[in-house]
């Protein structure tokens, strides 16, 4: 893929338009729309592609994987409540435009990728973006031990179940979301823990996304 980090007034114009979209489909969380509106999506794509890059829609990017939707991203995002400061873990990379949405919130991103080409992808094409996160190649099934505590942990790929190893690596007050169900569809789930052993967990609507894939996993 050829890169331009190109920001015209046509992707400008069209990133406005998808934050109208997303305010109409239920995203109320202005910070988040905001910074929805801030990350230039067509970076993440070949220029070929670039009128694809700001309709609502997950799209290839090769070995497999996509960009996710900006709704779930957006979707995911305001389930977090990103406070400035907050150590978030993510798991799943995939292109980085999610990570670039949390670090946008003001968040310190952790993030996970077990593909290891997607991994060298992102590490190397996001720092030209101006987006700094810490990049790990590996299971984020079961978290990064090393850098736990964190605020918020945020699962981009379908799990079967909700990784305890997860649980114990938030912080007292974290959040997690996480999207559970089978190959086919998926809960997006809250659990936030309230104490030392006790966790509040919400089901909310169903998503389809890839699975999540290893030791606490698919
Ligand atoms: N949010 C990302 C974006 O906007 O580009 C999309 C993530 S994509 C839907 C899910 C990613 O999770 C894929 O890149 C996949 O390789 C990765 N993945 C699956 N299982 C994983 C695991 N156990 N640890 C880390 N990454 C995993």
Excluded at 51 to 57: F, H, S, T, V
Excluded at 75 to 88: A, F, N, P, R, S
Excluded at 125 to 148: R, W
Aim: hydrophobic share 40%.
């Amino acid at each position: 893929m050829a890169y331009k980090f190109i920001d015209n007034y046509r992707e400008r114009g069209a990133r406005k338009k998808l934050v109208v979209l997303l305010r109409e489909r239920g995203i109320a969380d202005e910070r988040v729309l905001k910074a929805i509106g801030k990350v230039p999506r067509h970076f993440f794509f070949d220029e070929t592609f670039w009128n694809q890059a700001y309709k609502d829609i997950a799209f290839p990017i090769g070995d497999g994987q996509t960009i996710s939707q900006p709704y779930t991203v957006a979707y995911q995002t305001e389930l977090l409540h990103i406070q400035k400061g907050d150590v978030v873990l993510e798991i799943g990379t995939g292109s980085g435009y999610q990570t670039c949405i949390l670090m946008e919130l003001g968040a310190t991103v952790y993030t996970i990728e077990r593909q290891p080409s997607i991994y060298s992808h992102t590490l190397k094409v996001l720092p030209g973006m101006g987006y700094k996160a810490n990049f790990f190649l590996g299971d984020g099934s079961k978290g990064i031990e090393k850098h736990a505590p964190y605020d918020k942990i945020i699962v981009t790929a379908g799990a079967p179940f909700v990784p305890e190893i997860l649980l114990k690596q938030l912080k007292i007050g974290g959040i997690l979301v996480i999207p559970v169900g089978d190959e086919k569809s998926q809960k997006m789930i809250t659990v936030i823990r309230v104490s030392e052993n006790d966790y509040d967990k919400i089901e909310l609507d169903t998503f389809r996304f890839v699975p999540l894939v290893g030791d606490q996993a698919w």
